[in-house]
């Protein structure tokens, strides 16, 4: 076995809850991966007795399964209700501008990936956005640009 | 062998006076999503570096939301045997002065207290010169029944939920009452589904009792996908040990075999609590064989979907249970009849199940005795937006909903006019100002339009296009839309395009008739709530402003400016 495949293993069998389905083995390898490679549909399909369509069915249906490796950093901003009446699009414009994107993705260079969350749970803090998944609320177009900056700046590279 | 449950009560008791009078200074720091999302884990961290470094001891807790949001980072220090003190907005700086000044020196830092919480059994006098944060607009208004630990305990330690009278329902049922005897307490209470639909919860809960197959399952559902709704998380995060005696006691009533609760996976902070919950009742022998030496034998497990806002509806859900696909199933069969894998299922909300306990320790007619007419007991309402006190308040149904946002709220921020109420999630509505003066009661909104669906409530001001905030909402349904029924995922995405022709000052004379048209399909045409309800947003905004969407189409302007500013929307979406 390669060691994406060890992994992938791993993961799968590791799960600690009783029930173990396709979409338990399919959260449990992308935990592990960031991601869900075509050999973990296999896997999946495999170890729960069925096709891999069916298991590509449900991977596709959930808006959090990426098919590619994951970028080093995830930036979130939230476009809930709550944070929408105070100012999301404004602050999401910034992070976009401070990530030197265009839209919502992967950047090119895979150091980041910019995102628009349905909702990241901490509307009384609205508007929030999250930086590898750490929530950081009452955003403005302004403390948004240098979250991402600070974010990107960190491991040393420059933004 | 598990211990007795007058062990466990015994053994929580010596721990919980060891926090409250023991040799060290007790100091709790709310760390719900809200929490983190001000900073509440540095601020920990700060806390425990300062005590290191200022050689000072002291016990530090991470609780849950004490529904203080806007004042999160929030800290409080209670020294042995005293009263606790709130500090707001806390930050490294101040943690150190507290630190130095209160924890160590035993002098409240005046300036910087938000207030104090008097405790029961304490001898010493109330602080002078720091406000009663009982009197605090947001507090005042309050019966906290379904949080009335939340913010006080640790949520990982369920010694603590026991040392406040936890799991005493559970064996009052246990030796007490039969099965029988806890579904009519139930029924006494009037207690309705707090997740949107508010059907009567004991003649749910009857539906499974009443079928006699020996495998039957408790659902619990946590999806709570609705932007400005976080009252499901918050109980988890803080008090998930209410939950779960509400799980398990729902399960000996109905006769289920196992519970499942049901969490969005991401959601770490309630993910986490509810499974140190469900481990640590095990270790107690609260859950799984013959629990507390009777013949009830129950089991309960946390379970994770992907993002979908369809699976919180209650087929949709036993779907994603199942690992497939979160789209609702045809009803009939009920999910009592065939629900999860097959077997008899009841679906009940976090907060709904969450009351189960208080309601058997304290009695049906207590609570019934709460609340105004048919909608008994209290509402858990998540207030967001533009509002000077944003948070989390545990209000009795039937007091006003213009109280609720001008004094529990403080009313909007910056001066601003209040302009609007979106409640009841994306697929609720909009409530003009003029029409905030009304009771809470389902019934009532419903009539209103604005139904209270999980009790978000978000305000918008002045400032707000209702026109751009009504595309937002439909954009969100669009996005959720599962995709099984056309009339659902073809009228959401023709919604939008309409909605986003009008936002671009493009729109026709048509287009009112035309959305109109679209929504009666969708109405007529969908499977579940997602499809049937998602018009509510655009219905709701025609009824209160219906002259803003005409200023758009026939001036072609939109009067706060919102429209001509950039719009975003997800790429990616169900196809």
């Known amino acids: ?159 | 062998m598990a211990p007795s449950f007058l062990e466990i009560g015994i053994e929580a008791d010596r721990r919980w006076q060891g926090l409250i009078a023991g040799e060290r200074p007790w100091i709790r720091i709310g760390t719900a999503l809200c929490g983190e999302a001000a900073g509440a884990f540095e601020v920990a961290a700060a806390t425990e570096s300062a005590l290191e470094s200022q050689g000072v001891a002291a016990e530090v807790s991470r609780v849950g939301c004490l529904g203080l949001c806007f004042a999160e980072p929030l800290l409080d220090v209670q020294l042995p045997g005293g009263h606790r003190i709130f500090y707001s907005n806390v930050d490294a700086e101040k943690v150190g002065e507290i630190v130095s000044s209160h924890v160590a020196g035993g002098t409240p830092v005046k300036s910087l207290a938000l207030g104090y919480l008097p405790q029961e059994g304490s001898d010493e006098p109330l602080p002078e010169g720091i406000p009663d944060l009982n009197q605090h607009p947001m507090r005042v208004w309050e019966n906290r029944i379904a949080l009335r630990n939340a913010g006080n305990i640790d949520p990982l330690d369920i010694y603590q939920y026991v040392a406040n009278g936890g799991y005493q329902a559970l064996h009052k049922t246990l030796t007490n009452l039969s099965r029988a005897e806890t579904l009519e307490e139930v029924k006494a209470s009037g207690l309705r589904g707090r997740g949107g639909a508010a059907f009567p919860t004991a003649t749910k809960w009857s539906f499974l009792a009443g079928n006699p197959a020996p495998e039957k399952y408790v659902l619990c559902n946590c999806e709570e996908g609705d932007p400005g709704a976080f009252n499901d998380k918050n109980i988890l995060e803080s008090d998930p040990n209410t939950l779960l005696e509400g799980v398990i006691i729902a399960g000996y009533a109905t006769g289920a075999s196992k519970g499942y609760i049901f969490i969005r996976h991401g959601h770490d902070g309630p993910i986490e609590r509810c499974r140190a919950a469900v481990r640590q009742a095990k270790e107690l022998g609260l859950l799984g064989e013959n629990i507390m030496g009777s013949d009830f034998s129950y089991d309960v497990e946390v379970a994770l979907t992907g993002d979908s806002y369809v699976a919180g509806e209650e087929t949709a859900l036993m779907e994603a249970i199942e690992g497939k696909r979160a789209m609702p199933r045809f009803r009939p069969p009920f999910p009592a009849q065939v629900g999860l894998f097959g077997k008899p299922t009841n679906i009940n909300n976090v907060k709904t199940l969450a009351y189960v306990p208080e309601i058997v320790s304290k009695g049906g007619k207590w609570f019934a005795d709460i609340g105004h007419d048919t909608s008994t007991g209290t509402a858990i309402l998540c207030l967001s937006g533009s509002l000077n006190y944003t948070g989390m308040v545990e209000v009795p149904l039937g007091i006003n909903l213009k109280d609720v946002i001008f004094e529990a709220a403080g009313g909007m921020r910056n001066g601003k006019a209040l302009k609007l109420l979106q409640t009841g999630g994306p697929l609720g509505g909009v409530l003009g100002a003029d029409s905030v003066d009304i009771l809470l009661d389902f019934e009532v909104l419903r009539a209103a339009g604005a139904i209270m669906g999980s009790g978000g409530i978000i305000a918008a001001d002045e400032t707000a296009c209702v026109v751009d905030l009504t595309r937002s909402l439909i954009a969100f349904c669009q996005y959720e839309s599962c995709g099984k029924c056309f009339p659902c995922r073809m009228g959401m995405s023709h919604l939008l395009e309409v909605l986003e022709r009008i936002c671009r000052l493009e729109g026709t004379d048509e287009d009112l008739s035309l959305m109109r048209t679209i929504g009666e399909n969708m109405q007529a045409g969908s499977l579940c709530g997602h499809g049937q309800l998602g018009f509510n947003p655009v219905s709701s905004a025609l009824r209160y402003f219906g002259s803003e969407f005409e200023t758009h189409i026939v001036d072609r302007t939109c009067p706060t400016g919102t429209c001509s500013l950039p719009r975003y929307s997800p790429v990616a979406s169900r196809r």
């Open chain 1, 1 to 159: 076995m390669s060691g994406l495949e060890q992994r992938i293993h791993a993961a799968v069998h590791g799960q600690a809850q009783p029930t173990v389905t396709v979409l338990s083995s399919l959260l449990a390898v992308e935990d592990e991966l960031g991601y869900l490679p075509k050999e973990a549909v296999e896997f999946v399909a495999n170890f729960s007795d069925t096709t891999v369509n069916d298991v590509w069915a449900v991977a596709s249906f959930y808006p959090n399964f990426r098919f590619v490796p994951p970028t080093e950093h995830v930036v979130e901003v939230c476009w809930g209700a709550s944070c929408h009446v105070v100012g999301a699009m404004a602050a999401f414009r910034s992070v976009l501008e401070a990530a030197g994107m265009e839209a919502e993705g992967d950047r090119p260079d895979n150091r980041v990936a910019v995102k628009l969350n349905t909702c990241l749970g901490a509307c009384s803090q609205a508007p929030v956005m999250s930086m590898d998944h750490h929530l950081a609320g009452r955003i403005t177009p302004e403390s948004a640009a240098k979250n991402v900056a600070r974010l990107l700046e960190q491991d040393g590279h420059g933004a």
